[in-house]
């Protein structure tokens, strides 16, 4: 099983920065991409950022230039690092992580999100 805990979270003001991490536990060799996802208080969740095995990564436009998604495969931990941050990053912060081929907002695997509230 992969279980999957985001942490680093926060409540900020506008301009400040966060760093949000998500550990990977479980019994596995390794693992496929992985994916931040925000859910906004009373909407649908929405891919923020991924990056793949290799390091290739994508980035909605709205956090270009002030977002950047990393991992470290032998810790098995992707980061989230949040500068610049604006009240419009608000809501709940949610890792996807694929394994065994299986991926995405459907067959990948959840954390239970960590919440990031930014203030102006």
């Known amino acids: 099983q992969v279980h999957v805990v985001e942490s680093g979270g926060g409540l900020v003001q506008a301009g400040d920065s966060l760093r949000l991490s998500c550990a990977v536990f479980?019994?596995?060799?390794?693992?496929?991409?992985m994916s931040w996802y925000l859910q906004p208080p009373g909407k649908e969740r929405e891919l923020v950022a991924s990056i793949t095995t290799g390091g290739n990564v994508r980035y909605v436009d709205s956090v270009k230039g002030r977002f950047t998604i990393s991992r470290d495969n032998g810790l098995m931990t992707a980061y989230l690092q949040m500068n610049s941050l604006k009240p419009d990053d608000s809501g709940r912060y949610y890792c996807n992580v694929g394994w065994l081929g299986r991926g995405g907002p459907k067959g990948g695997y959840w954390g239970q999100g960590t919440q990031v509230s930014v203030s102006s």
């Open positions: 479980g019994s596995f060799l390794s693992i496929d991409g």
